[in-house]
């Protein structure tokens, strides 16, 4: 799954705002530390915004049944 | 029950008796337009109220109205606050009339309903309707902290957790993960878990736990690792979800025959 890469900073700015009526922004990490955003997201960000980021193979945390 | 409206021929004022609680959902979807959309949900709430289990629900969602806006809603107190329980999306859901969709990587929704203070311990249950045959390490519905109020289909079983997930987990082996699932606690020593109206799995009648601590509110297509971090994404879609008292058995068949009723209706069973 491919997904937008974006800094720390964009992250920050970005949690909890509204992209569409009723749908907010969820940064969140992968395995590796970067901070992604989906596709579904990206569309709507400004188009400048959206020419900053790197698009990336999506590597999630892993997490064991046991570790619940 | 009344029926009510005005200007041209509608279900609303036909002089058919309308389920209040339906009406006040049909005012805060204004996704509802037809009426034989109406009569459809209108039978639901007036099945699932002849069949007793209405006053279980804490909160109903029919999230298959391809937005947001009218996703939200909780069936049982549609009012737009957090306080009512109506959905706030995270992520990049695709909202469609089949159905919301996550995309595994960063989808949920928060219900705002916290187990501790709204829930009865050793008398709630967690249901949902899905429609992708998807294998993954998935948290479909659920929250914890200390212990876990989940319902689920992890890799290739289906779980529940209440509340703790040692002694109080009921589990069953089953690889398609398409359905109705539901589990439910209806005393400190009997909790089930259901697929389609049948139980499944053996009854698990360990230690609850306790639901007290529990006091993180639970996310819809993911779990709730902590009191800040969602965790298990889900790519699957859902189309019914609730969450309240403890279900008997003949409650989850009922409720199970009246949401398959319902998602046939819209041609989106599975």
């Given amino acids: 799954m491919i997904v937008a890469k974006i800094s720390p900073q ?59 | 029950m009344y029926g009510y409206g005005i200007g041209s021929f509608s279900f609303l004022n036909s002089g058919i008796a309308v389920d209040a609680d339906a009406l006040a959902y049909f005012e805060a979807n204004t996704a509802i337009t037809l009426d034989a959309d109406k009569i459809a949900i209108d039978a639901f709430y007036k099945g699932l109220k002849a069949d007793g289990i209405y006053t279980k629900m804490k909160a109903m969602y029919l999230p298959k109205w391809a937005s947001a806006t009218n ?38 929704a928060e219900t705002y309903i916290i187990p501790s203070s709204v829930l009865t311990n050793n008398n709630t249950h967690l249901s949902y309707y899905c429609r992708s045959n998807t294998y993954g390490a998935i948290i479909d519905f659920g929250t914890q902290s200390g212990g876990s109020l989940s319902v689920y289909n992890y890799l290739s ?10 002694g109080g987990r009921a589990s069953s082996a089953i690889s398609d993960t398409r359905g109705f699932i539901s589990g439910s606690r209806t005393s400190a020593s009997v909790h089930k878990l259901f697929r389609n109206g049948v139980q499944t799995g053996a009854t698990n009648t360990g230690s609850s736990g306790g639901l007290t601590s529990i006091n993180n509110s639970i996310f819809f297509g993911a779990g709730r690792a ?23 058995d003949a409650d989850e068949a ?12 819209f041609g989106i069973n599975v």
């Fill in chain 1, 10 to 68: 964009q992250a920050e700015e970005l949690t909890g705002t509204e992209f569409l009526v009723d749908n907010y922004f969820n940064p969140v990490q992968d395995i590796e530390g970067n901070w992604i955003i989906s596709l579904q997201e990206l569309v709507y960000c400004d188009i400048n915004f959206a020419n900053t980021v790197d698009l990336i193979e999506y590597k999630p945390i892993v997490f064991e049944l046991d570790f619940m």
């Fill in chain 2, 71 to 108: 996703d939200k809603w909780n069936l049982v107190n549609p009012v737009d606050t957090s306080e009512a329980f109506r959905l706030k999306f995270n992520g990049g859901w695709t909202h469609s009339t089949s159905g919301i969709l996550g995309n595994g990587s960063n989808t949920y």
């Fill in chain 2, 157 to 166: 079983s289906y779980y529940s957790d209440q509340y703790d997930t040692g």
């Fill in chain 2, 226 to 248: 902590s009191a800040t971090t969602a965790f298990l994404f889900s790519n699957r879609q859902y189309s019914f979800a609730s969450c309240g008292d403890g279900l008997t």
């Fill in chain 2, 254 to 265: 009922n409720l199970y025959n009246r949401v398959q009723t319902l998602m046939t209706y």
